[in-house]
């Protein structure tokens, strides 16, 4: 069964800092897609940024980078330059194919505080 | 494009009664997801749509729910009787296969209340 972990459930960062939220993931599919959404206190869901297990670079968007570590099954978010309004929960996804119409099934969460 | 619209936001209501939510995803999407978040469970699939055809319905709780999307442009989930314990909120979500950018759409969300 497919499994995401995100072991850190708050992270503080001072602003202009860079910060990385950890994600290691389960699977026995050799394809499959990770993403990471942001969700603020508004609830909303904002998709960061999306990485597939056959890319060979890793994803990046702007601030955000993923660091795909394929043999580790891990993909941590970089979040690089901290700014305040990067206070949120952070999510973790990954979906057994490697495109978007595919089922979520997402980690727990971690929260990031920055402060100025 | 407005994006994916869900209705009501907010919905407060007692134990027994039957609650439904509606979806509009955004057009032109084949892929339509619920989702529930409580504090417990985190985020989880409750049912997924490809082409107004359910495709996995594993993640319904129980016969208790029930969700259709009748035509490419609206989807509800119905909870008949509901209970306090369905209290969390409530997302619906789009996404395009054929998209270049791979990222599902979610709307803001339903907050039920189950009283």
């Known amino acids: 069964a497919q499994k995401i972990t995100q072991t850190q459930p708050g992270m503080f960062v001072q602003e202009k800092e860079a910060v990385t939220l950890d994600c290691t993931y389960d699977?026995?599919?050799?394809?499959?897609?990770l993403f990471w959404y942001k969700q603020p206190s508004s609830g909303e869901m904002i998709f960061l940024i999306y990485q597939g297990s056959y890319d060979q670079q890793n994803a990046t968007e702007g601030r955000y980078s993923l660091n795909f570590q394929k043999a580790r099954k891990s993909a941590n978010l970089v979040i690089s330059a901290s700014q305040l309004g990067d206070s949120a929960m952070y999510f973790c996804?990954?979906?057994?194919?490697?495109?978007?119409?595919?089922?979520?099934?997402f980690g727990k969460g971690t929260t990031l505080s920055v402060s100025s | 494009d407005a994006g994916v619209i869900q209705s009501p936001r907010h919905e407060v209501t007692e134990m027994g009664q039957e609650v439904t939510l509606r979806c509009k995803p955004i057009?032109?999407?084949?892929?339509l997801f619920w989702y529930r978040q409580t504090m417990m469970r985190g985020l989880e699939l409750l049912i997924y749509?490809?082409?107004?055809?359910?495709?996995?319905d594993s993640g319904m709780p129980e016969d208790r729910f029930s969700a259709k999307m009748p035509n490419a442009s609206f989807s509800t989930l119905k909870i008949q009787p509901s209970e306090p314990r369905d209290s969390a909120v409530y997302f619906c979500a789009s996404a395009d296969r054929g998209q270049l950018r791979n990222e599902q759409f979610f709307g803001p969300g339903t907050r039920l209340t189950v009283l």
């Open positions: 996804a990954m979906g057994n194919i490697p495109q978007a119409g595919t089922a979520l099934i």
């Open positions: 699977t026995s599919d050799p394809s499959y897609g």
């Open positions: 057009s032109g999407h084949d892929y």
């Open positions: 749509f490809n082409n107004n055809v359910p495709i996995d």
